[in-house]
């Protein structure tokens, strides 16, 4: 849906032949993983603390994979599960999961469409209704640790208008919300809070809730999550793509830290960027190396997947007035060149079901020679992941509306 992986220049640069790797069949039943695929992923879940599940966003099939391992995840601990979306947007649509699952999420988008991202597809929201509740601390389960979306405004304005300690705050709330909903329905980039609002706005806003904990919070995170859009806007991307990496490990700490137990286990559902080991593409650190490093520390491993399609359909984010997304073919030549120089074709993948691919035996196989020779992307995943989850025909994401 929102790309956080460039694809382009994605073939391996003059790499030496190799033998075909082994592949391994994947499928669900009943709602469990099943075939050899299934097998080797088990056996990794008992050392494991984190399972890091990257993907290209959009699929359907990556949420109902992680949801499959998840069931197999849970009788060794795995009750926690960390999602791309805002910390205050992921406690709402978790509210609203609980109180009328899919129905209660669909309330909640249409006064606010496409108000958080991920969260509000089908088969995400599925997999984070396993996921409700709060332990013994009364931390939930079911953490959000990005930004608050670009569009959030919408969702997050009528939970100030609610608190609004006076007619006049009230108002100010409400014309803002107003003149937000306009923007969204032409998509005018140019006047979305996010967009425009700076530290003197937001400064006028904490005033008005001045000892009013809950506001106060949204609007910090209104604030924080404008400064990263408005970086980006202004092209300064490292900065952007910096300040990013840091609000999602302070968020992810802060609840790691408060988990009643001492070494919760976790499942990431993320960007590829955000859940592989090693300096990103982006030129971050990010969270795959942050959770991979507290594993160690903790005498356990983190097991990170790739899920990435060779073709199929795909949902991806195309914003115009009466149309926020749209389904597209993804065939996508950079990464079927990936895997051909893996020795691995789309014609030679089941048609149905999935494949799962080890990359620690290609990694020794073709040595720092071969990896080397790797462009930059494609050495990125080869090293930052331990699986790798495909498909010829993956199917596109559904929202939930």
Known sequence: MIRTLALAAFALAASPAIAAPQTFALDIQDG???????????????????????????????????????????????????????????????????????????????????????????????????????????????????????????????????????????????????????????????????????????????????????????????????????????GRNYENNARRAELLARNFLSRYRAAAEGTPKIIFKMGAEHTAIGTTTINTVDLGTLASSIARANGMKALRILFLPVGGQDLEMAPKPGQMTQVVPYDSSETKLFFDNLGITAASLPQKGWTLIPLEPIRRQIDNKGIDAMKPDARFLLLGFDYVITTPDAKAATLVE
């Open 32 to 234: 469990r993983l099943t075939g050899p695929g299934a097998e080797i992923l088990r056996a990794d879940l008992p050392k494991a603390q984190f399972i890091l599940y990257g993907e290209d966003h959009g699929f359907a099939d990556s949420a109902i994979v992680l949801r499959a391992l998840a069931r197999d995840a849970r009788p060794f601990g795995f009750d926690h599960l960390v999602v791309e979306v805002g910390p205050i947007s992921t406690a709402m649509a978790g509210s609203a999961l609980a109180a009328k699952g899919l129905d209660g999420e669909r309330a909640l988008l249409q006064s606010a469409p496409m108000g958080f991202p991920f969260l509000s597809l089908k088969d995400d929201a599925l997999l984070a209704s396993d996921f409700l509740g709060n332990d013994a601390k009364g931390v939930p389960y079911l953490w959000g640790v990005d930004q608050e979306f670009i569009l959030s405004p919408s969702l997050l304005l009528p939970r100030l208008i609610a608190m609004a300690p006076n007619p006049a705050t009230r108002d100010k709330l409400g014309q803002m919300l107003k003149d937000e909903k306009a923007a969204v329905v032409t998509f005018d980039q140019s006047k979305f809070i996010m967009s425009r609002y700076k530290d003197a706005d937001f400064d006028a806003l904490a005033r008005a809730f001045a000892g009013r904990a809950e506001a106060l919070n949204i609007i910090e995170a209104m604030r924080e999550s404008a400064e990263i859009y408005q970086l980006w806007m202004s």
